[in-house]
């Protein structure tokens, strides 16, 4: 058993698209493309304008660029893999690409909470202590959240994705996603995998979940200094600098809660709705972040602008 063990580990893994509708891959391939393109040239326009215009070089800027920035990654790490199933049928991964590919997914989504939280906590400040704002959040203590959240994320994920690495594989090398994900690889392992599965149930609650309800609270405390404002101006200004980072907390935890729910407790849902769930996470969050502060922030607005008027302005 275990010379079996060892040739059929060594086997590659097989990415799967949507199954029953391989004829139609081509056709479920564009609207990706264009979600994949669209993620890129938003993402990316908002990582330019935040360094090119002096005007955003604040705090809250900063922070929307680290949630920019986890958002490309998450499309770059998980696209390329998907539309090489859709359009090719390259449905081949080595091990290792494939744990890397699970270690930067799952990473990207504990950096993602963690930058919507120290977000929550700009805002905090802003509207808690504004007198102190920028003493407290200097670029020095910027950059100290920054690579706080990401050793955080990269070090509470690593464990169960160095395991992978020990583990047999001796069940079919069938993958249920066009990218690879923990979940999935473990139920191919020939092994205990007790610890795989209760730690990642660990890092959710003691991470993710922690961050809501810190996000949750910081808010009730931001409300209730609102709410003790005299000027009804002042402060409907106050809550609509907490109008786009709210949307983006809505969009990302709905989608989270969603995808787990229909994992829970959607055992007799079609697979294509599971599959599906799983693109809506990786795809929404990063395409509507920049729509969002695009519509309702006015710097962003205004930078857009004159980005996009330059060239005009020159002829």
Not at 9 to 18: A, C, I, N, V
Not at 50 to 78: Q, R, S
Not at 90 to 103: K, L, M, N, T, V
Request: charged share 10%; net charge positive; hydrophobic share 50%.
């Amino acid at each position: 058993m275990p010379t079996n063990w060892l040739n059929t580990s060594s086997s590659p893994f097989l990415l799967t698209g949507f199954p029953g509708l391989e004829k139609a891959h081509h056709l479920i391939s564009l609207p990706m493309l264009v979600a994949y393109i669209s993620i890129l040239l938003g993402n990316g326009t908002l990582l330019f304008l935040i360094k090119d215009d002096h005007n955003l070089h604040e705090p809250m800027y900063y922070f929307l660029c680290m949630l920019a920035a986890t958002d490309l990654g998450v499309t770059l790490t998980t696209m390329p893999t998907v539309l090489g199933v859709l359009w090719f049928n390259h449905r081949e991964i080595g091990h290792g690409a494939c744990f890397s590919q699970a270690y930067f997914i799952h990473t990207l989504s504990i950096v993602e909470s963690g930058v919507l939280l120290a977000m929550a906590y700009d805002r905090f400040i802003a509207i808690r202590n504004p007198l102190r704002y920028t003493t407290i959040l200097t670029d020095t203590r910027v950059i100290q959240i920054g690579i706080g959240v990401l050793t955080r994320a990269g070090l509470s994920i690593m464990p169960i994705i160095i395991r992978l690495h020990w583990f047999p594989y001796c069940r079919s090398h069938v993958l249920s996603h066009a990218f690879c994900l923990h979940q999935d690889v473990i139920k191919l392992a020939c092994a205990d995998i007790t610890f795989n599965r209760l730690y990642p149930v660990v890092v959710v609650f003691a991470m993710v979940l922690l961050d809501f309800l810190i996000i949750f609270f910081s808010y009730v405390l931001i409300l209730k200094t609102v709410m003790g404002i005299a000027s009804t101006d002042e402060r409907a200004k106050a809550l609509n600098t907490c109008v786009s980072h709210i949307c983006c907390i809505l969009v990302f935890y709905v989608t989270v809660v969603g995808l787990t729910f229909i994992h829970r407790f959607g055992k007799h849902v079609p697979h294509v709705v599971h599959i599906t769930m799983s693109y809506i996470y990786f795809l929404f969050p990063p395409f509507m972040n920049p729509v969002i502060y695009s519509i309702k922030t006015k710097q962003i607005q205004s930078g857009l602008l004159r980005l996009f008027s330059l060239p005009c302005s020159r002829t």
